[in-house]
C-alpha cells in the first residue's frame, strides 16, 4: 500500500487503484477491479469482502474502525469520532480528531480531498465534484474542523483536458469568484469548455487559508489501467480515498 509523503508524523493518506492482490472475481466485466462501491449493481458480498480487506490492510497500523459515507453530491459534513455508524451517513464530507479511525470517500473522476492541520490531530475527507466544489462542500467541511487546516491533498480525478462541461457549469464558479475564469478553456462545441478540478479547488482552498497542496497531477479517464472513471464507462467500479491517524 503507498501512502502520500510529506504529511505531519502520524497521518496516513492514499488512495485505492484497479488493481489489488484480493481483488475478488467478478460476474459482470465491466465491475472487475477492487471495486468499493455498494451503489453500482456489483454483488454486495464481493463488495463487503474488498472492504474489510481494506480493514485488513490498515489493521497493521492500527486502525480498528472504518468509516464510509452514502455520497450525494452535497455540502453535507459529518463529524465522525468515537461513535461507530452502523448506518453509512448521507454526505459528502468527514471530519474527525479521533485516530486510528479511517474515513472512507469513493470516486470515479470526481475529486477527493483530504485535509488535516500542522500537528496531525484532526483531518478531514471529502467528496468534490463539480456540484460539491461549487456550493461549498470544501467550505462546509473547513468550517466543520476545530482547528485550521494546513494542508491538502488532492486524489486522482478527471483532468482538464477530458471534462467537457456546458457553461452553466462554468457560470456557477465565475458567478461565485470571477478569478476562476482561468480554470475554463474553451471547448470544440460552442457553449462547451474544459473545466479543471484540481485549480477550482486549489483555488477555494487558498481562499480559506490551506496554501500547502498536493496532488493533484493524475487523470482517471486517461489512465485506465489504475483507475475507474465514470466517463469513461457508465457501469464501473469506485476508488477509495483514505485517512487516519495513528
Wanted: charged share 20%; with cysteine.
Amino acid at each position: 500500500m503507498q501512502f502520500v509523503q510529506g504529511l505531519p508524523q502520524g497521518v496516513f493518506v492514499g488512495q485505492t487503484r484497479v488493481h489489488h492482490d484480493q481483488t475478488q472475481p467478478a460476474e459482470q466485466p465491466e465491475l472487475a477491479g477492487f471495486n468499493l462501491a455498494l451503489h453500482v449493481g456489483d454483488d454486495a458480498a464481493r463488495v463487503q469482502k474488498h472492504r474489510m480487506q481494506l480493514l485488513n490492510d490498515f489493521a497493521e497500523y492500527g486502525v480498528n474502525k472504518i468509516s464510509w459515507m452514502n455520497q450525494t453530491h452535497s455540502t453535507l459534513c459529518h463529524r465522525i469520532d468515537e461513535q461507530i455508524n452502523f448506518v453509512a451517513p448521507e454526505g459528502d464530507g468527514m471530519v474527525t480528531q479521533s485516530k486510528h479511525h479511517a474515513l472512507m470517500m469513493m470516486t470515479a473522476d470526481c475529486l477527493p480531498v483530504v485535509l488535516g492541520n500542522a500537528d496531525g490531530t484532526e483531518v478531514a475527507n471529502l467528496h468534490a465534484g463539480w456540484k460539491g466544489l461549487a456550493n461549498g462542500i470544501v467550505e462546509n467541511t473547513i468550517a466543520a474542523m476545530h482547528t485550521q487546516p494546513t494542508w491538502a491533498w488532492l486524489g486522482a480525478a478527471i483532468c482538464q483536458e477530458s471534462f467537457e462541461i456546458g457553461a452553466e457549469v462554468k457560470a456557477a464558479f465565475c458567478s461565485k469568484y470571477p478569478e476562476l475564469e482561468s480554470a475554463f478553456k474553451a471547448g470544440v462545441k460552442e457553449g462547451k469548455y474544459y473545466a479543471d478540478l484540481y485549480a477550482i479547488a486549489r483555488y477555494i482552498l487558498a481562499l480559506h487559508g490551506v496554501k500547502a497542496v498536493t496532488g493533484g497531477d493524475q487523470c482517471t479517464f486517461l489512465q485506465a489501467e489504475e483507475y475507474f472513471s465514470y466517463r469513461r464507462e457508465a457501469k464501473t467500479g469506485r476508488m477509495a480515498t483514505f485517512v487516519f491517524m495513528l
